[in-house]
């Protein structure tokens, strides 16, 4: 997405944050993204609210593929662990993660961003991932050269204004604390 930005192939993109690796682009600050895990509420603890990455990886997991950035991000934070995993799934789609996981064989890691999108019932559980929670800084991008398209300064000057963390946090909220 960045070659396309910087090629005008795109007059924006939201992208994962690519701290000091674009300085061609600006870059408007959107939300910050943190992970959950989805799972069959028979595979996690009554009344856990969080779990753990080492915990985490005793499971048979569905996860991203290696190329999408929010597994490389999952995959640092198992490394940053000592911890590897093999998932049982692999999919460039969080909606497959999410039917996996309803499938009730699998669990996924998750940007809690996606919770919105599919109401979880009783089978399926949220979860935070602690020990630590990340966070991923996703922003609108453009190309810094030039004075853009009028799509992209108009994207970019609505961006700014956007309370997207408090809409995802409530989102996190109201599920995590359904259990």
């Given at each position: 997405?960045?070659?396309?930005?910087r090629?005008?192939?795109?007059d924006?993109a939201?992208?994962?944050?690519a701290?000091?690796d674009?300085p061609?682009?600006n870059?408007?600050?959107?939300?910050?993204e943190?992970?959950?895990l989805?799972?069959?509420?028979?595979?996690?603890?009554?009344?856990?609210?969080t779990?753990?990455?080492?915990?985490a990886?005793?499971?048979?997991?569905?996860?991203l593929?290696?190329?999408?950035?929010?597994?490389?991000?999952?995959d640092k934070?198992?490394?940053d662990r000592?911890?590897t995993?093999?998932p049982?799934?692999e999919?460039?789609?969080?909606?497959?993660?999410?039917?996996?996981?309803?499938?009730?064989?699998?669990a996924?890691?998750?940007?809690?961003?996606?919770?919105w999108?599919s109401?979880l019932?009783?089978?399926i559980?949220?979860?935070?991932m602690?020990?630590?929670?990340?966070?991923a800084?996703?922003?609108?991008?453009t190309?810094?050269?030039?004075?853009g398209s009028?799509?992209?300064?108009?994207?970019?000057?609505s961006a700014?204004g956007?309370?997207?963390?408090e809409?995802?946090?409530?989102q996190?909220?109201?599920v995590?604390r359904r259990?």
């Open positions: 997405l960045y070659r396309r930005l090629e005008f192939e795109l924006a939201i992208v994962h944050a701290h000091g674009a061609d682009v870059a408007v600050p959107l939300y910050r943190r992970y959950v989805l799972a069959p509420a028979d595979m996690l603890a009554s009344g856990a609210a779990m753990t990455w080492a915990q990886a005793q499971l048979p997991l569905a996860l593929t290696p190329d999408m950035r929010d597994r490389q991000i999952i934070a198992f490394a000592g911890i995993v093999g049982q799934v999919t460039d789609s969080v909606a497959s993660l999410f039917a996996a996981t309803s499938a009730g064989n699998w996924s890691i998750v940007p809690h961003t996606w919770l999108t109401l019932g009783p089978e559980r949220a979860v935070e602690t020990d630590p929670v990340l966070e800084d996703v922003v609108l991008a190309n810094s050269s030039g004075p009028p799509v992209a300064r108009a994207l970019a000057a700014g956007l309370a997207l963390n809409f995802f946090d409530a996190l909220l109201g995590t259990r």
